[in-house]
């Protein structure tokens, strides 16, 4: 199954400024996913992300906030773009796999202060 | 829209009971996922049910699917303190490739 690296694994940040957050796939995906897990809730799908095309949101997510790129089949960004404490979550990547299920990253734990 | 529901959402047992987790999806579905998440950690595959009566085992869980009822259920033999993490059931909408997910079950065993 593919594997996936995300970094940063974890951050603090200030309220008010960015941070972009990496994945990179060991093989060539069609689509990533990204996900916000706000504290003790469930996984939120953020958006689908295409190479080639802009990101496809999902309600209650704009492009503004959270800016996705895609630049090849491997790699991908999602930056979290003026922080607010409300902001603080999990934020994961996913590839699918389709004998394996959806894989995940590791996660970025985000606290912005 | 898919709605996933997932119950119970908060479940305690002893070592050595068994329980069953439920997952219930409002539409037609392609394919089921479960998922095991222990604390500040990331998702873990547990299992993939693609058609109408797969069964699934992996040590002391096992996952079935109904699709006409809609219905997935984790079961839980013989609970070992290991098995305490958060299951997530995930389901993907017929045609459509996102996953949906439950609300989670978070499991306790307690000696």
């Known amino acids: ?113 | 829209e898919l709605k996933v529901e997932q119950n119970p959402l908060f479940l305690s047992m002893q070592e050595g009971k068994n329980y069953t987790i439920y997952c219930n999806y409002s539409t037609t579905s392609d394919r089921l996922y479960w998922y095991r998440q222990d604390p500040g950690k990331s998702l873990e595959s547990l299992f993939v049910l693609l058609s109408n009566g797969a069964v699934k085992q992996e040590g002391r869980l096992m996952a079935s699917l109904d699709t006409k009822a809609r219905l997935s259920t984790l079961h839980i033999t013989a609970a070992v303190h290991d098995l305490s993490a958060t299951y997530f059931c995930a389901v993907v909408a017929a045609g459509s490739y996102q996953l949906t997910f439950g609300k989670g079950t978070k499991l306790s065993v307690i000696p």
């Open chain 1, 1 to 113: 199954s593919a594997v996936i690296s995300q970094k940063p694994s974890r951050d603090i940040c200030q309220r008010g400024t960015s941070l972009t957050i990496q994945c990179q796939v060991d093989s060539q995906v069609t689509m990533m996913f990204w996900y916000r897990q706000q504290p003790g809730q469930s996984l939120t799908l953020i958006a689908t992300a295409n190479q080639g095309s802009e990101a496809t949101y999902e309600s209650g997510f704009v492009i503004d906030k959270f800016p996705i790129s895609r630049p090849n089949l491997t790699f991908s960004t999602l930056t979290v773009s003026n922080m607010s404490p409300e902001d603080s979550s999990i934020y994961l990547c996913s590839v699918e796999d389709y004998q394996d299920g959806y894989t995940f990253g590791s996660g970025t734990r985000l606290t912005v202060v």
